[in-house]
């Protein structure tokens, strides 16, 4: 049967530091579950850019954005340490993320509201977060436990009132296509395991788009 691991991570290297996720946790939960496959937050056509040789490390720490897809993607533990990984050990790579910068500029979750209500709805935004943050180190791996994802579920469900075609857009449909490329790697990998790594907030989308699929789904990796 194939095996299914889902681990969340934070892309900011203070957070990690803050909340006991180091890079070096990271590589010891990834080589713990030994996989075959790792599907990354990296969206296929910036993944094709890496493998083209357009778009290195250093690129995509200058300034110039020809290619570059969103912020910083692919984020610094790519670089560091997955894609590294990946090509010590000629492990296949999976590109899973979705997003189109023509449409995802103009959508805007805060849009259409005054500057003292944006600041407002900044503040009860930065509430949502820290109310992760107290819980995210009191598991077994930090920002990976059901308790987290409950939080994570209703700070979402507290956006998606906010603005629910922005909600659409950026967590609904991005996560309906992130799932499918990996059912996608399930069944061309059948019998491996694969290793899903993003950002923690996907965690409890991407395990419930998995749990009914006939797999062997490990989450959180350790307990």
Avoid at 40 to 49: A, I, M, N
Avoid at 113 to 142: H, N, T, V
Wanted: aromatic residues 14%; negative net charge; glycine residues 4%.
């Amino acid at each position: 049967m194939t095996t299914v691991g889902i681990l969340g991570v934070t892309h900011d290297e203070e957070l990690r530091e803050k909340y006991r996720l180091p890079l070096s946790l990271i590589e010891e939960l990834i080589v713990e579950f030994a996989p075959d496959v790792i599907c990354g937050e990296v969206t296929p056509s910036t993944w094709d850019l890496i493998c083209s040789g357009i778009a290195g490390e250093g690129y995509w720490k200058s300034q110039d954005t020809t290619y570059k897809a969103y912020w910083a993607e692919p984020s610094r533990e790519y670089w560091e340490l997955i894609f590294p990984y990946c090509e010590e050990r000629e492990l296949n790579f999976i590109p899973m993320d979705w997003l189109e910068m023509d449409v995802w500029r103009d959508f805007d979750c805060f849009a259409g509201f005054s500057k003292e209500e944006r600041m407002k709805l900044e503040e009860d935004l930065s509430g949502w977060c820290e109310k992760q943050f107290s819980i995210c180190d009191q598991s077994a791996i930090p920002f990976n436990s059901f308790a987290l994802d409950h939080i994570t579920k209703d700070k979402y469900e507290w956006l998606a009132s906010i603005n629910p075609d922005v909600h659409q857009v950026h967590w609904v449909c991005r996560h309906l296509i992130m799932v499918q490329r990996i059912r996608n790697a399930i069944t061309k990998f059948q019998g491996k395991r694969i290793l899903c790594i993003a950002g923690a907030d996907h965690n409890p989308y991407l395990y419930n788009g998995l749990k009914d699929v006939s797999i062997n789904l490990i989450y959180p990796l350790r307990y």
